[in-house]
């Protein structure tokens, strides 16, 4: 009878300890996953003021626009809540989108070779960056399902697993594909 209840005993520590581990590897998992987006921002964040600058050069009465997107930059550089830094990095996307879109009005500026660059870096940045978000917010599904799920939950609360925050946008504009109209159909 000892001998049982010293095995049960010692099977329910190595279940403990299991979980721990496992809550352990998935909260490490969603850590760095969300260094891998944290990356890429940052990758973002430094070609901003190059592509700016290169704008800068053909549209000097768009001026507002090009300092809209350096305060977007600068506000989504300092901000370290994951919700808040989506909402910010939203912002920023428009306004880069904005920048973008002003390379239309100006046909050298489309033929310059320093903005192609840049323009091919920003959407090797932005693939990368979803990328890294999906990867983040699936890493967190698991860890999050994992301190939610019983017999987990009780060894997640004991040791104060928190949820973690999913890294979103609230809409679904930056996955649309643009429509571009080559010629009119008559």
Same mark, same amino acid.
């Given at each position: 009878?000892?001998?049982?209840?010293?095995?049960?005993? =010692?099977?329910?520590?190595?279940?403990?300890?299991?979980?721990?581990?496992?809550?352990?590897?998935?909260?490490?998992?969603?850590?760095?996953?969300?260094?891998?987006?944290?990356?890429?921002?940052?990758?973002?964040?430094?070609?901003?003021?190059? %592509?700016?600058?290169?704008?800068?050069?053909?549209?000097?009465?768009?001026?507002?626009?090009?300092?809209?997107?350096?305060?977007?930059?600068?506000?989504?550089?300092? =901000?370290?809540? =994951?919700?808040?830094?989506?909402?910010?990095?939203?912002?920023?996307?428009?306004?880069?989108?904005?920048?973008?879109?002003?390379?239309? /009005?100006?046909? /050298?500026?489309?033929?310059?070779?320093?903005? %192609?660059? %840049?323009?091919?870096?920003?959407?090797?940045?932005?693939?990368?960056?979803?990328?890294?978000?999906?990867?983040?917010?699936?890493?967190?599904? /698991?860890?999050?399902?994992?301190?939610?799920?019983?017999?987990?939950?009780?060894?997640?609360?004991?040791?104060?697993?928190?949820?973690?925050?999913?890294?979103?946008?609230?809409?679904? /504009?930056?996955?649309?594909?643009?429509?571009?109209?080559?010629?009119?159909?008559?």
């Amino acid at each position: 009878m000892k001998t049982m209840f010293f095995a049960v005993l =010692v099977l329910i520590l190595v279940a403990g300890v299991a979980i721990y581990n496992r809550l352990i590897r998935g909260r490490n998992r969603a850590t760095t996953a969300w260094s891998d987006i944290d990356v890429q921002l940052q990758r973002r964040h430094d070609l901003i003021p190059r %592509l700016v600058a290169a704008v800068d050069q053909y549209a000097k009465y768009e001026k507002a626009t090009l300092e809209a997107v350096t305060e977007m930059r600068n506000e989504a550089m300092h =901000v370290a809540a =994951v919700g808040a830094r989506g909402k910010a990095e939203e912002k920023l996307s428009a306004g880069l989108q904005r920048i973008i879109a002003l390379a239309e /009005d100006y046909p /050298d500026l489309k033929a310059n070779e320093n903005f %192609l660059n %840049l323009q091919n870096e920003l959407v090797e940045t932005e693939n990368y960056l979803q990328f890294a978000r999906r990867y983040y917010n699936g890493s967190v599904r /698991d860890y999050n399902t994992l301190t939610e799920t019983v017999p987990n939950n009780f060894i997640a609360g004991w040791f104060k697993f928190g949820a973690k925050e999913f890294f979103q946008k609230s809409s679904d /504009d930056a996955a649309n594909v643009p429509l571009v109209k080559l010629g009119s159909v008559e």
